[in-house]
């Protein structure tokens, strides 16, 4: 899960994969990926293979659950969770966070 603002789109070709650079807000449950913790205000590039969805609108912020691609690239597709983000989310993301995965690997 993550948290960011949305600074850049480019939906490129119709062949070619589209990219979003979003502004971390937060990353959440992400032990599991081997991801450090992004410093807030970090970029972070997402592929998004669907020239039209998910809609994202420059200077938003969302709470986004993607996937990463086989080459270990951020991917968005079109599936993908994606809702506005607000404030007052922090404290519900904050505590999935802390939360230990009860599921089997």
Do not use: H, I
């Not at 200077?59 to 506005?84: C, E, I, N, Q, T």
Request: proline share 12%; charged share 15%.
């Amino acid at each position: 899960v993550l948290t960011g603002t949305v600074k850049s789109l480019s939906r490129g070709p119709p062949q070619e994969p589209g990219w979003a650079v979003l502004s971390v807000l937060g990353l959440y449950k992400s032990g599991s990926l081997g991801l450090p913790q992004p410093a807030k205000g970090s970029s972070l590039r997402l592929q998004l293979p669907c020239r039209l969805c998910p809609a994202l609108k420059k200077g938003s912020s969302y709470v986004l659950m993607g996937r990463l691609a086989a080459d270990g690239a951020a991917l968005l597709p079109p599936d993908a969770f994606v809702v506005p983000y607000r404030p007052q989310q922090q404290q519900v993301l904050g505590n999935l966070a802390k939360r230990p995965c009860r599921g089997s690997p």
